[in-house]
Structures are given as C-alpha cells and as structure tokens.
C-alpha cells in the first residue's frame, strides 16, 4: 500500500514539474525533501515496532513451551510414581514386599512422546564407496 501511494504521488509530482515548469520545482524541493523524511522515518518505526511485538510474540511461545513441557514430565513422573505405589515398596535387604497379595515387579521407564522431547529421530547411516586413488 505504501509503494503504490508513493508511485501515485511520485508520478503527480513528476507531471507538474512538466506542465509548471522549474520554478514549482525549485519551490516545491523542500516541502518534498520533507516528506520523503517524514516517511522514511514512519517506515523506521513500523520496523521496530514490528521487530518488538515478533520478539514478544517469540518470548510468549517460549514460555508456553516450557511450562506444557514441565506438565508432561510432572504428569509422567505422577504416572510412574503411582504406578510404583500401586506395585508395592522395596523391603530392606533386597527383599521383594507384596502389594495387594501379589509380588512386585519392575517397570521400565516411561516414555516421552515426541512432541515433547527434544531430540530428533537419528538419520540412518548411509556407506558410500570411497573414490579410488587412481581417479
């Protein structure tokens, strides 16, 4: 929108200066030097204000992320507590406790989804022949 206010303004300018002649020209110089200032400078204050909201939009992701990070793992962590609640705690000397009338058993880790962790998917190595030395 802005090009095409300035290119309507720029090609007004440019037919009066044809049809007025020098004189308007020397005239209308500052108030058109002016102008150009004027909107160079409203362009400069669109780009910060604009660098500041993308900052502050980036800032309010990150914080969203971090804190729906934190209740997957408080909600895993809840998850394998009870589960380990439920299976009974490990008596002294290595000794099994029965909970419920059945015997304990081991549970592996629980798992992250992948929308939560961190880590990408490990490539697959690919081997490739080596060039010779006669090439």
Known sequence: ???VGFVVGAVAGAAAALLLGPEIVRRSRPTAKAAMKAAIMAAHEAR???AEIAESVEDLFAE???EATAEAFAAA???QAKTAA????AA????RSSGKGRTARKRGAVKRSQA?????PKRKSVKRPRASADA
């Open 1 to 3: 929108m802005f090009r």
């Open 48 to 50: 910060v204000h604009g």
């Open 64 to 66: 969203a992320k971090s």
């Open 77 to 79: 962590a809840a998850a």
């Open 86 to 89: 439920g299976n009974g705690a």
């Open 92 to 95: 002294p000397n290595g000794a």
């Open 116 to 120: 939560v962790s961190a880590k990408r």
